[in-house]
């Protein structure tokens, strides 16, 4: 073992012209348990060419040997050669006790391939050979999950669960996360929560905080979540995806300022999200804030001028204070091909009218009626438009079409000497 002990202690303090002349050393005069280790060692460490040509060494004796077959496979998964990988995971014999292992390895490769009826025939090939292997049944977990096939998953890692484990690959892979995930995924999110938190009692982690907190703000739990997202932002304030929604489990629980606090705290951490402007201006709007609520909007756009949400929000409130050349500003500063939402067209025709540039108006009226020709609010404004402008006859056909929906409204019937 001194030569791979000595390559491996050279790659430790970056001799790499040391680690070559051990690892052909290694090569030349090393046993096969020797290689055989440093083949290992060297996979883990991502010196994938070196490892291959050690496997490939070692196949050149033990040819039909399975563990080689399928080491050698997983390092040619790594480098991209699939065709290679499959080779040799298909040469070993099904009487090898890596047979099991060949078929699980076959399985994550026919899935990176999109071969998923495949994938599945391999995994409960292996399930039928070792029905009670914990990593099977979570191999299977994993397969069904990443299908959206749910309640599959939740049985497949329930049955790891039954044999007493709950954590994998070092403590990295909490099943009771993998439980809640599917759970939440489906929809379950009251079944989900527990698992959760189960998780949460062996390892707390922000990720798992970060699926508590947003499968309770899903289950209207909104104090829990609340807790959750809290927790989570003691743990790392610079989690940014965690404030809009405890800020929107604020709102939800009648808490509106501390809704807005949540958000001006993300920005701290995140000055360039543009969805915390956003959701800034909404709940600075709700609480009548509306200076407030106009400069988080024009932030929003700031970072992205082609920020539609923002501008439409933003519209509403120059409109409410008829601002109308503050809109025009907003407005007329976007690319062309960006002026085609509806909604648009009405904010334009209502601005254009508030500044006497009526034959704008009108060019955005006419944009905007086949998107609204079923509101009455808009043909109500219309109508009253092209009267003012004297077009009584389209004016008319207008009023008439607002009636079907409003026919109580007695002022436009008297405009119509109904």
């Known amino acids: 073992m001194e030569n791979a002990e000595n390559m491996l202690h050279a790659l430790e303090h ?7 002349k051990y690892f052909d050393l290694a090569i030349q005069n090393g046993s096969d348990e020797e290689q055989f280790f440093l083949a290992e060692q060297l996979f883990s460490l991502g010196f994938l060419d070196e490892a291959e040509d050690l496997y490939e060494l070692l196949l050149a004796n033990y040819k039909d040997e399975g563990a080689l077959l399928v080491r050698a496979a997983e390092v040619a998964l790594e480098k991209d050669d699939i065709d290679t990988a499959q080779d040799y995971l298909e040469s070993v014999n099904k009487q090898d006790e890596a047979y099991v292992e060949s078929l699980l390895v076959l399985a994550d490769l026919y899935q990176m391939q999109g071969l998923f009826e495949v994938t599945e025939q391999k995994l409960l090939e292996a399930k039928k050979l070792v029905p009670n292997e914990a990593i099977i049944d979570f191999a299977l977990g994993e397969y069904y999950l990443s299908q959206g096939r749910f309640l599959l998953a939740v ?10 484990v709950s954590e994998l690959a070092q403590g990295t892979i909490s099943i009771y996360e993998r439980i809640a995930e599917a759970y939440s995924a489906s929809g379950a999110f009251e079944e989900a929560l527990p698992f959760y938190e189960k998780a949460l009692q062996e390892h707390e982690s922000v990720d798992t905080l ?36 405890l800020s929107k489990s604020y709102q939800e629980n009648g808490e509106p300022e501390k809704a807005l606090e949540a958000l001006k705290e993300g920005l701290k951490y995140d000055e360039f999200n543009k969805e915390l402007f956003f959701e800034g201006g909404k709940v600075a709007d ?3 804030k509306l200076e407030e609520a106009e400069e988080f909007y024009r932030q929003a756009i700031v970072l992205d001028e082609e920020y539609v949400m923002a ?5 509403k409130l120059l409109l409410a204070k008829e601002d109308f050349e ?8 976007l690319p062309d091909e960006l002026v085609t939402d509806s909604q648009i067209f009405w904010d334009l025709s209502v601005a254009y009218s508030g500044t006497e540039q009526y034959n704008k108006a009108k060019e ?3 944009k905007a009626y086949p998107h609204f020709e079923n509101n009455p609010t808009f043909l109500r404004e219309y109508g009253l438009f092209l009267r003012e402008e004297g077009d009584i006859q389209n ?17 436009i019937r008297n405009l119509l000497d109904f």
């Open 14 to 20: 970056e001799d790499m012209a040391a680690a070559k």
């Open 155 to 164: 049985q497949y890692y329930q049955t790891v669960l039954d044999t007493g």
């Open 210 to 245: 970060f699926g508590l907190g947003l499968t309770a703000f899903q289950a209207k739990e909104y104090v829990q979540a609340i807790h959750a997202f809290t927790h989570l932002k003691e743990h790392d304030p610079a989690y940014t995806t965690l404030y809009p929604y």
């Open 286 to 288: 709700r609480l009548g």
């Open 311 to 315: 501008i439409l929000e933003l519209n």
């Open 326 to 333: 503050g809109l025009l500003e907003v407005v007329e500063a």
């Open 364 to 366: 955005n009226f006419e």
């Open 395 to 411: 004016a008319n056909a207008v009023f008439t079409r607002y009636l079907e929906f409003i026919p109580e409204d007695s002022e």
